[in-house]
């Protein structure tokens, strides 16, 4: 098959958790000999088509900025879409994948694959709804009309996780044909051996105001009580850095809270958590959450919020993590239990991860891709 996948941003240049699973999708799909095509914004030097790990890269234009402000760029989004057209015009694939975010990409994606006769598939990584107010104000109605304009589109549609899939049918009254969550690789995680550095409580995410690490930062200042040398390492990179630096030294917490830009090789960041003993990630907005089933596959308890858009709380159970209220002080008291009972509660931790096998998660979205293709050549 000859696949084109559509995302702005490519792993590894930029780092999340939906770059990793597209990255890690699109190099297991070619090393099984399919013709795979990543489509987005141009981050590396050289020409504008290179070939990384069996699969073609198509930087479709420059990067321009992600953020304004704090928020994902509209201009950003705008600028990729308009330039996304001839490229992907231009290669002619069996199939489209593309992404919904950032939503405008999704119109060029269907308008090509209308064009060319090319079956589309919009995977859906999270739905916002009413979030859209909470994120743009009054603005807000203009991102949820887009978003409810996209979930009518008669296309397949792929969930990252139940989460999004309940979220899409329960907002817009649109199923979706196929949840192919995120992956991990356990033997290849069981190789890796800890980091040197050792910390207690781990942070792993970008720096955005929903990811809610200075809620951690708030929490670390009740733990130190109790925990007088608590080590927390806080790894990321984003708007909110400047804003965290300050809190850190605000509330004196230099000694204990550590920033730390992402690693440039992934292998790094599994020793990293391999070497803490619980995960933090206390994000409102979540549509799977890769960087928390890879604490867990390192035997790492996850400490998690609840919230309705929060996807990690699917992947914790009594066993396997705690979650908490959006407060400082509910925060602190589970990552409280956590710590307490970080080594026994290991190995259900390295059981809940056990499921989400790359291999297996590849092979169903090659007979999804394969069945789409079929009937679309009905």
Not at 70 to 79: D, L
Not at 265 to 273: G, P, Q, S, V
Request: proline share 5%; charged share 25%.
């Amino acid at each position: 098959m000859k696949i084109a996948l559509v995302y702005d941003v490519i792993y590894p240049w930029v780092k999340g958790g939906a770059e990793k699973r597209l990255w890690e999708l699109g190099t297991r799909l070619a090393a099984r000999g399919h013709d795979v095509h990543f489509f987005g914004m141009k981050f590396w030097e050289g020409p504008a088509h290179i070939e990384r790990e069996g699969v073609h890269f198509h930087g479709v234009c420059r990067p321009i900025g992600l953020y304004t402000g704090g928020r994902r760029s509209i201009r950003e989004a705008t600028w990729f879409s308009v330039h996304l057209l001839l490229p992907l015009m231009q290669e002619r694939c069996e199939l489209i994948d593309c992404q919904q975010f950032p939503y405008l990409s999704c119109i060029s994606a269907k308008i090509v694959a209308s064009a060319q006769r090319t079956p589309l598939i919009i995977t859906w990584i999270e739905v916002w709804d009413e979030y859209w107010f909470e994120y743009l104000g009054a603005g807000g109605w203009v991102g949820k009309t887009i978003e409810k304009r996209l979930a009518r589109l008669r296309d397949p549609g792929i969930a990252i996780s139940n989460l999004t899939a309940r979220r899409l049918k329960e907002c817009y009254d649109r199923p979706v044909q196929a949840i192919v969550p995120v992956g991990i690789d356990i033997p290849w995680v069981r190789s890796i051996l800890p980091a040197a550095e050792k910390t207690d409580l781990i942070f792993v995410g970008r720096l955005i105001r929903e990811k809610n690490a200075d809620l951690l930062v708030g929490a670390v200042k009740i733990l130190k009580k109790g925990h007088p040398g608590i080590r927390v390492a806080i790894v990321g990179e984003g708007p909110e850095e400047e804003r965290l630096k300050a809190m850190i030294g605000e509330d004196q917490l230099g000694g204990s809270v550590s920033l730390h830009p992402f690693f440039p090789d992934h292998r790094d960041l599994i020793a990293f958590l391999k070497a803490s003993k619980v995960f933090v990630l206390p994000s409102v907005r979540e549509g799977f959450g890769i960087s928390a089933l890879e604490a867990l596959a390192c035997g790492l308890p996850v400490v998690t919020v609840d919230h309705p858009a929060n996807a990690v709380r699917d992947l914790v159970t009594g066993e396997s993590g705690f979650v908490s209220s959006c407060s400082p002080k509910d925060l602190a008291e589970k990552i409280g239990l956590a710590l307490e009972n970080h080594e026994s509660m290991r190995t259900a931790c390295i059981r809940a991860a056990e499921p989400y096998s790359w291999d297996r998660i590849v092979t169903d979205l090659e007979r999804f891709y394969g069945s789409v293709i079929r009937c679309g050549k009905e």
